[in-house]
Nanobody, 125 residues
Framework: DVQLVESGGGLVQAGGSLRLSCATS????????IGWFRQAPGKEREGVAC????????YYGDSVKGRFTISSDKSKKTVYLQMNNLKPEDTAVYYC??????????????????WGQGTQVTVSS
């Protein structure tokens, strides 16, 4: 079975940092991009970052560019999201997902519908 397990969320003050992890299993890790998405109460889900499996390069939504960094450890089949200079508007439940596509300014999920359970990130002002 495909599994994605997020961890690392929590409460942090504005300007602080958190590192999220997404441990994966049950599929061929090298065959798929992996994405991070977030959803705040009352808002639509937003693409945060996507790491290309072929390029091992991250792509980001405009709202996090320059502050967040996505990376992967293929030996551990784990994807990370380093979040720096956090802002109250970054408060949301963060999810990782199998597959994503991207442009220079945004990230989207695909029809490959495998998601983690989410981890809460709360940034206080």
């Amino acid at each position: 079975d495909v599994q994605l397990v997020e961890s690392g969320g929590g409460l942090v003050q504005a300007g602080g940092s958190l590192r999220l992890s997404c441990a994966t299993s049950g599929f061929t890790f090298d065959d798929y991009n992996i994405g991070w998405f977030r959803q705040a109460p009352g808002k639509e889900r937003e693409g945060v970052a996507c790491i290309s499996s072929s390029e091992n390069r991250g792509y980001y939504g405009d709202s996090v560019k320059g502050r967040f960094t996505i990376s992967s450890d293929k030996s551990k089949k784990t994807v990370y999201l380093q979040m720096n200079n956090l802002k109250p508007e970054d408060t949301a439940v963060y999810y990782c997902a199998v597959d994503c596509y991207y442009s220079d300014y945004d990230v989207h999920s695909t029809t490959v519908d495998y998601w983690g359970q989410g981890t809460q990130v709360t940034v206080s002002s």
